[in-house]
T-cell receptor, first 113, second 113 residues
C-alpha cells in the first residue's frame, strides 16, 4: 500500500530535550515536506526537500532541522524543543513537488512541557 | 506570498442539508486542491481542481481561476462529513523548480443528526 508513515503518533516531551520525528514513504517520491498545524492557522510548511541531499526552508523553519540522506526518509529534528512547538505535525510527499498528488502521513501530535 | 482565505470558519448543519464552502486566493496559482481532515486528524485529498468543475458523489467543486476563487459543495450532508475542510493552492517557488502548497485556515464543519 502506498503510504507515508510517521512515527511516533503522539509524543510528550520536556523543554530542551532533543527529539526526532521520522517520516518514510514507499512511493519513490522525489519531493517531501513537513507541515505544522495549529488551531486557526491551517497548515504551514516547515521544510521541504526536492531530492536526496536537497532541502530548503518553508514558511516557519525556526527551531527545526531536517535531513534527506535517502530518498524514502525525511526526519524532522527538534534540537531544543520549546512549548511553542507544541503542534500537530504532518509529513507529505509527492512525485516531483509539482503542487498536486500529495500523500500525507497520519500526523504526529507533539506536546512540549 | 499568496493569501488563502476560507469562509465560513465554522459551519453547523443538520444532517441532509446542503452547504457551500468558499476559498479565495490573492494571486494566480498553478493549481488548487481541497482536503478533508477527519475528526481523527487524517488528511484526505478530495479534489485537484485548478479550474472548472468536478464531482465525486455528493461532493463537487468549482474553481474560477480568473476570479481567484473556488467553491466546494456538499449535498445531503452526513455526520461522516464532519471535520475540517482545507483549500490549498500551489504556486511556483522561484528558482527551486517546485511548487509551494499554501493552505487556508480551514472551515470546520459539524453535521448533527
Amino acid at each position: 500500500e502506498a503510504q507515508v508513515t510517521q512515527n511516533p503518533r503522539y509524543l510528550i516531551t520536556v523543554t530542551g530535550k532533543k527529539l526526532t520525528v521520522t517520516c518514510s514513504q514507499n512511493m519513490n517520491h522525489e519531493y517531501m515536506s513537513w507541515y505544522r498545524q495549529d488551531p486557526g492557522l491551517g497548515l504551514r510548511q516547515i521544510y521541504y526537500s526536492m531530492n536526496v541531499e536537497v532541502t530548503d526552508k518553508g514558511d516557519v523553519p525556526e527551531g527545526y532541522k531536517v535531513s534527506r540522506k535517502e530518498k524514502r526518509n525525511f526526519p524532522l529534528i527538534l534540537e531544543s524543543p520549546s512549548p511553542n512547538q507544541t503542534s500537530l505535525y504532518f509529513c507529505a510527499s509527492s512525485l516531483f513537488g509539482q503542487g498536486y498528488g500529495y500523500t500525507f502521513g497520519s500526523g504526529t501530535r507533539l506536546t512540549v512541557v | 506570498g499568496i493569501q488563502v482565505e476560507q469562509s465560513p470558519p465554522d459551519l453547523i448543519l443538520q444532517e441532509g442539508a446542503n452547504s457551500t464552502l468558499r476559498c479565495n486566493f490573492s494571486d494566480s496559482v498553478n493549481n488548487l486542491q481541497w482536503f478533508h481532515q477527519n475528526p481523527w486528524g487524517q488528511l484526505i485529498n478530495l479534489f485537484y481542481i485548478p479550474s472548472g468543475t468536478k464531482q465525486n458523489g455528493r461532493l463537487s467543486a468549482t474553481t474560477v481561476a480568473t476570479e481567484r476563487y473556488s467553491l466546494l459543495y456538499i449535498s445531503s450532508s452526513q455526520t461522516t462529513d464532519s471535520g475540517v475542510y482545507f483549500c490549498a493552492v500551489a504556486a511556483a517557488v522561484s528558482g527551486a523548480g517546485s511548487y509551494q502548497l499554501t493552505f487556508g485556515k480551514g472551515t470546520k464543519l459539524s453535521v448533527i443528526p
